[in-house]
């Protein structure tokens, strides 16, 4: 892809390029230390991808997306603060990348892009971006009334179905958002994320004690002590996932 980095710290810019170089298909066209000189160098050099700061001296990289005449190219933002993911969010970024970047985020981020370019083209509505998979080192925005959070995927142990609403389990925190149980197991890796039972998905990786439950099934306790039953039908393709 056509990669154009456009942040205001020369040393941010040498850094990125430094960890972009084992990646052959990132091809970097360019670089800009403000919107006014990326705007210049998208309509001459027609990037496909944009690594993008936001906080830049003039026009910051929000505005910069939106005096983009055209095509916009797709984007992951580069930025130092985490209070920016809500907004990122609604510009449909395929990435938020918090400074310093860390490599293994920027290599899952890549191998995602990556993997998306191999898929063959198919037809779509244009306004839509298909739902990517979501593993453990995705991070994901979390509303839930005033408060917000930017939480690695990772870090969440359990969802659990509440109505209409799903309560997420990380740290002390247990937020809803308005998502049904089903659609959010579409969306997350099977190899992470396992449906117990109709109301839970729990985080594999969170596991430390399995014990045998009434008519078949297993008690799953998390760390941080939620004990799950893993219903009895579910159970049969547990252990078919977790065997040798």
């Known amino acids: 892809m056509r990669t154009l980095i456009v942040d205001d710290e020369r040393l941010a810019r040498n850094e990125l390029k430094r960890l972009l170089e084992p990646y052959t298909k990132i091809e970097i066209v360019g670089e800009a230390a403000n919107a006014d ?38 984007v992951i933002f580069t930025t130092a603060y985490d209070e920016y993911a809500i907004k990122a969010f609604e510009y449909n970024a395929l990435d938020y990348l918090l400074k310093p970047i ?45 408060k917000c959070w930017f939480v690695k995927l990772g870090k969440i142990r359990l969802f659990e179905s509440m109505g209409n609403y799903v309560r997420l389990h990380f740290d002390d925190q247990k937020p809803l958002v308005l998502k049904s149980l089903n659609n959010l197991e579409e969306r997350l ?50 252990k078919e996932l977790m065997s040798l």
């Open 102 to 146: 860390d490599n293994e985020r920027l290599k899952d981020t890549i191998h995602r892009i990556e993997e998306n370019q191999a898929l063959p083209e198919a037809p779509a509505p244009t306004h839509e971006r298909a739902e990517k998979v979501l593993g453990g080192n995705d991070q994901v925005f979390v509303k839930d009334g005033e």
């Open 189 to 238: 890796d099977p190899n992470t994320y396992f449906r117990a039972n109709r109301k839970h998905i729990i985080n594999l990786g969170w596991i430390e004690k399995i014990e045998p439950w009434f008519s078949g099934g297993l008690l799953v306790t998390l760390q941080g002590g939620d004990k799950i039953e893993i219903s009895r039908r579910q159970a049969i393709r547990f």
């Open 37 to 74: 000189e990326a705007l210049v160098m998208i309509d001459e050099l027609q990037p496909e991808l944009l690594f993008l700061d936001i906080q830049m001296p003039g026009r910051n990289g929000f505005e910069l997306l939106s005096s983009i005449e055209g095509k916009t190219p797709e």
